[in-house]
Every structure is written in C-alpha cells, then in structure tokens.
C-alpha cells in the first residue's frame, strides 16, 4: 500500500527545507557592512568616490571575520578619509542591504566627534573624497546615502532596508 502523493510530499518537504537551508549556511554566511554618516558641525557630511563603483556614498565596508564594528568603522574611516574618531560613534540603525543579499546587513553610525590625519591621495579604492554641504549634496550621489543623511537630521523617517 502506498502514500498518497500529498501525504508523501508533506513528509519530504521539511527534509529538503533543512537541506537547502544547510547548504546556503555553509556555502555563503551572512556578511555586515559598517557605513558613517561623518558630520564636521558646519552642516557638511563627509562622502566618497569609489574607483570600483559609481556614485557617491558615505564611508564604510565589510567587517572582517572576528572584528567588531567599531574597529571595522575605525578602520574604514581611516582608510578611506583619514579621519580619527576621538569620540564614540552612535549607532543610527542596522539596515537590510537587499542589493547583496536579503541575509546581508548595514550598520550606520553617526560620527560628530573626529580629527583628520592628512589628506587621502586618490588611489585604485578612492577615486575621489571630501565634505560637501547638505544642502548641496554632489550629483551622482546615491539614493541609499540621501536617505541616511535625511534621516540623521531628522528629515525622514528612518526605513528597514538600505536603499
């Protein structure tokens, strides 16, 4: 005597569901990124130029295996503006980045409190860097970072996702 064909189904979908899951942990885990909103006090926030990518977005990149946010926020800021943090960093909010992954997340930090150490030569990584008005924004500005900086100051409502 056999299963009915639904009965059967229903027994070996969890089977697969575990399987599938089992393989998408290990084959990919979830990756965070840091970014900063950075505000020098005089209504301008710090924005970057990748050399990758077009566009201009606000400084940051993936935390390494083992590291901790602030460290990876630390690093990135240095190496993409040369800027110290010589306060604590508040966290804005972790965001969904579903242009990765819907399993890959953003930490936004707002920076008020910082030194620059030099001037960033452009290289390969950083085409271009700097402080532009608020008001201002450079064209090619990207959406995702419109949206963090409004919502810093207090211009819109904070959302779930990155873009």
Do not use: K
């Not at 940051?60 to 926020?73: I, K, N, S, Y």
């Amino acid at each position: 005597m056999t299963a009915p064909p639904g009965r059967a189904r229903r027994w070996f979908e969890p089977w697969l569901r575990r399987g599938l899951h089992l393989y998408w942990r290990l084959s990919r885990g979830m990756t965070l990124g840091v970014r900063a909103v950075v505000l020098d006090g005089e209504g301008c926030v710090f924005l970057v130029r990748h050399g990758y990518v077009s566009g201009w977005h606000l400084p940051g990149g993936g935390v390494e295996t083992g590291e901790t946010c602030r460290a990876a926020l630390q690093r990135e800021l240095r190496e993409e503006g040369r800027i110290v943090l010589t306060g604590e960093p508040e966290l804005h909010g972790v965001f969904f980045n579903r242009h990765v992954s819907r399993r890959d997340h953003v930490a936004v930090y707002v920076v008020r409190s910082f030194v620059r150490d030099g001037e960033v030569v452009p290289n390969r990584e950083i085409a271009a860097c700097g402080f532009f008005d608020v008001a201002a924004l450079p064209a090619g500005t990207t959406a995702g970072t419109r949206r963090r900086i409004a919502e810093v100051l207090g211009a819109a409502p904070a959302g779930e996702d990155w873009s």
